[in-house]
């Protein structure tokens, strides 16, 4: 079925509500109408429009859509109309989904769920049981999509009178739609395929929309690629170009296959076949003006031409997705015109709004290719200034993307740990009733009775304990943003990027080749220990090392360094937590080293004790009290953030390992007693690879 518009002239509200979109699984209404006749209404039938507003406008105004939505709760509680109640609950959780606060939008439509069931209404507490079931899905917890969606499932098969079932054909085949979906997710192709297939061949003899049919296909279709059976594939796409170009939703669809049967060619060897139908591709997503799909198949022509050594080409497509990345940025849309995000281009939109969170990390995945790419190809034709224009907009993109990503986590976190406190008070809301009413039975039900208690008091210890697993999770999530913003001091980077842009200007092209590698390294390296929490010793190695050398260049003359390893220890096969020694390193160099009128040094050792590596970081620099006080007469608010954190972070490691990570640090003194260095040990303990 094709997206539909409510289209009309408003008196008052014109730009405002003049369009509102249509998804087949939620019904909504004409604003204006709504407007014209609300302010004659009184009591349930004022409700009723108050909750029609809030739906139809749920995924275009939050602000007027939440305060429908509020009006219709507070007019029907004072009412007792539980009904009105439910839609408004219901409401509540479509706007709360509309903007990514999934935790809200499950607390709403449990509590419909709740009033719906209790009313008896079973077609609509199906569809509310759907609702909880596609957040759950843009929270990537698919396993209760599949729960909820199989409830929703159940309750559309309950038989009515004259047999009759509680849900239609298209009820039942937009669950299974969804459920397919999930299980495409989870990586149950086959599963998928056969739901999918289901629904194609139910909806071909229902006369279902074109537009649904042609999605299910093109789904079929991906579903075939990812198992690797690319003829099955081929077929399915072949399929869904055949279908007639009824609608712009199904002109927008059906570039998609034709741009993935590219992909077909170009893995057959058939370059220039792949490189056609990626311009075809491109050249109508671009003139239409749909900015996203320009972006990705630009990306992807540019791609073919880079493996075909065809630099010149490749560059070309990329600096046009960089052109149309900024476009999309600056317009703060996916599209050139308004008008396009009203037509099915992803396929999902059709059954519900796509999540703006998750289309932004879409957008930024694509930036960070294409700066990655056009620094890879300026870097092999030695156009220094160009790639280091790249890079540092390649690292802009990771760290945008990163922080859309731990954003996200933190949101799926929340909704995984409301999910199950929610699921576990009904537990024991359950069990405290039962044994409540066993209270009132006779009394050789009493042992009885003292059981369920303590089954009881057993699942509110483990509610407990869950709860204190995922706020420890929690904070360990936020401890390591922290620490690896810390890892990159603002000031660090600055002047090393100056360094390394000193030396081209001085025409040391080599040099700056040098620095530049160190410099991406060490990015690479603590953005790929950022998402990892053991790493390899000598990766630990080779990031300290890196961080050294271009601490010198901000300090030349200033040190010497060295880094020991025992012989005992192999690098390849010790994995420990990363990052341990640079914060140290750091505050060896920032408070020791830089305050010393002479050369200084500062020693990095790795020794083996048993089944422990120890870290020795020691520098003979002014030594704390000294450097307390210099830093005392700058900044008396200054505090070692890097340190602190730290810190915290061993105390969050320490209650997960076994054996304990320990940190001592000690002052130096000479015979006189005077300040000569710091010494930090770390004991670590270790796993084997």
Known sequence: ????????????????????????????????????????????????????????????????????????????????????????????????????????????????????????KK?????????????????????????????????????????????????????IEGLALAYGNLGMFNKSIELYQQALEIGQLNNFGITEMLIMTLKIGTDFLLLGETDSAKVYFGKALAYPDLNPSIQALKYRPLAGLA????????V??????KQIAFNWYNDQGYLFWALKVSNELGFIYYKNSELKMAENCFQESEKIFNEMVALNSWYRYDSLKYIVNFGIELFFPH??????????????????????INELIENTPKALKYHLAFFDAVDTLNRLQRNREIIELQTKYETERKEEQIVSLSQENAFQELKLKQSGYFLFGLGSLVVLIIILAIVLI????????????????????????????????????????????????????????LVRNILDSSVEEFITLEEEITTVENYLELQRIRFPEKFDYSIKLDEAIDPESIRIPPMLAQPFIENAIEHGIKHKDSRGNIQVRFNLD????????????????????????????????ATDITRERLTVLNKKLKQKISLIISDLKDDKDEPIGTKVVINIPYKQS
Not at 131 to 143: G, L, Q, S, V
Not at 363 to 374: D, F, I, P, R, V
């Open 1 to 120: 079925m094709v997206h539909r518009f409510l289209v009309a002239a408003l008196l008052v509200f014109t730009t405002h509500y003049g369009i509102s979109q249509k998804f087949v699984n939620l019904k909504t209404y004409n604003v204006d109408s709504l407007l014209l006749i609300l302010p004659g209404q009184q009591a349930e039938e004022r409700v009723n429009s108050l909750n029609n507003l809030a739906v139809s406008l749920s995924f275009v105004d939050y602000q007027q859509s939440k305060q429908y939505a509020d009006d219709a709760m507070h007019l029907a509680n004072e009412l007792k109309y539980d009904e009105g109640v439910a839609a408004a609950y219901r409401n509540n959780g479509h706007i709360h989904f509309s903007q990514g606060n999934y935790p809200s939008a499950l607390n709403n439509y449990h509590e419909a769920l709740i009033l719906y069931e209790k009313l008896d």
């Open 123 to 175: 077609h609509t507490a199906a569809w509310v049981c759907y609702d909880i079931a596609k957040t759950h899905y843009c929270a990537r917890n698919f396993e209760k999509t599949v729960e909820y969606g199989n409830t929703a499932l159940e309750i559309f098969h309950e038989p009515v009178e004259r047999n009759l079932t509680v849900g239609t054909v298209k009820d039942t085949i937009r669950i």
């Open 263 to 270: 992909n077909f060619y170009f893995m057959a060897g058939e």
């Open 272 to 277: 220039d076949s792949a490189k056609y139908y």
């Open 355 to 376: 999540p703006r969170r998750q289309l932004n990390e879409m957008m930024w995945t694509q930036a960070k290719s294409l700066y990655y790419n056009l620094y890879q």
């Open 466 to 521: 869950r709860q204190n697993k995922l706020r420890e999770q929690q904070k360990n999530l936020l401890l390591q943003q922290k620490l690896y913003r810390s890892q990159m001091n603002p000031h660090f980077i600055f002047n090393s990027l100056a360094s390394i842009q000193n030396t081209i200007i001085n025409e040391e092209p080599i040099k700056a080749s040098k620095y530049l590698s160190r410099f991406s390294k």
């Open 610 to 641: 048993k089944n422990h590596i120890v870290l020795e970081v020691k520098d003979d620099g002014v030594g704390r009290v000294r450097a307390q006080e210099i830093l005392n007469e700058q900044n008396k608010n200054h505090r070692s953030m």
